[in-house]
């Protein structure tokens, strides 16, 4: 069965003829799904395409919660290489939908990794809140989003000099990298998959040399 035109990972210059044709008779509506899940498919080396994707998807959508998804998939993918358009963008998504509709629904932990990374108490604070918020309502079921928040957490309690919470923090990000996935029937769905090197910090926490 071919692969549908919108889900390919060819960007080479015939294709993107190909998709940009097929993209203009398309229904308006469905132009900004095309869009986004086309970025979602492309190799890492097209990352700036696939930015230029999602920021048309953005800007043609018809419905907020095509634009909402796009929001994050920008967001996120621009938390390395520029962390103050990814935190607008977080705090845009979070604004704009703040019960995370049609997102995975870590928008506050994004933001609150992008807030640990900048120095001052008031990003601290914020970051705080913002964990306190998503763990409130556990947006997600997956291993590898608590994984996520109980990795933040133990930042937080580092920075805050917290080292008795670290401790047991870092035992509970442990516990969720080897979590089963909630669902017996996609049992590999929602796992945390850990870097060897960030587990090793964890056991150094959880039993200090």
Same mark, same amino acid.
């Given at each position: 069965?071919?692969?549908?035109?919108?889900?390919?990972?060819?960007?080479?210059?015939?294709?993107?003829?190909?998709?940009?044709?097929?993209?203009?008779?398309?229904?308006?509506?469905?132009?900004?799904?095309?869009?986004?899940?086309?970025?979602?498919?492309?190799?890492?080396?097209?990352?700036?395409?696939?930015?230029?994707?999602?920021?048309?998807?953005?800007?043609?959508?018809?419905?907020?919660?095509?634009?909402?998804?796009?929001?994050?998939?920008?967001?996120?993918?621009?938390?390395?290489?520029?962390?103050?358009?990814?935190?607008?963008?977080?705090?845009?998504?979070? %604004?704009?939908?703040?019960?995370?509709?049609?997102?995975?629904?870590?928008? %506050?932990?994004?933001?609150?990794?992008?807030?640990?990374?900048?120095?001052?108490?008031?990003?601290?604070?914020?970051?705080?809140?913002?964990?306190?918020?998503?763990?409130?309502?556990?947006?997600?079921?997956?291993?590898?989003?608590?994984?996520?928040?109980?990795?933040?957490?133990?930042?937080?309690?580092?920075?805050?000099?917290? %080292?008795?919470?670290?401790?047991?923090?870092?035992?509970?990000?442990?516990?969720?990298?080897?979590?089963?996935?909630?669902?017996?029937? %996609?049992?590999?769905?929602?796992?945390?998959?850990?870097?060897?090197?960030?587990?090793?910090?964890?056991?150094?926490?959880?039993?200090?040399?």
């Amino acid at each position: 069965m071919a692969e549908e035109w919108y889900r390919t990972a060819d960007w080479s210059p015939a294709a993107q003829e190909d998709f940009e044709r097929r993209l203009a008779r398309a229904r308006s509506w469905s132009r900004s799904q095309y869009l986004k899940i086309k970025a979602l498919g492309l190799p890492p080396e097209h990352r700036a395409d696939a930015q230029r994707l999602w920021q048309r998807a953005i800007d043609c959508a018809e419905f907020e919660i095509d634009r909402w998804h796009s929001i994050e998939c920008l967001a996120a993918s621009l938390k390395e290489e520029d962390p103050a358009r990814a935190e607008a963008l977080f705090r845009q998504l979070i %604004h704009e939908d703040p019960d995370l509709n049609g997102t995975s629904g870590m928008a %506050h932990i994004d933001l609150a990794e992008l807030l640990l990374a900048t120095p001052g108490e008031s990003a601290l604070a914020e970051a705080r809140a913002l964990l306190n918020a998503w763990w409130a309502e556990q947006r997600s079921p997956f291993p590898a989003s608590r994984y996520r928040y109980f990795v933040c957490r133990l930042k937080l309690a580092i920075a805050s000099g917290d %080292h008795l919470a670290a401790r047991d923090l870092a035992a509970q990000a442990l516990e969720a990298a080897g979590a089963q996935s909630p669902f017996a029937r %996609h049992r590999n769905v929602g796992l945390a998959h850990a870097e060897a090197d960030e587990l090793q910090w964890l056991e150094g926490w959880v039993n200090p040399a």
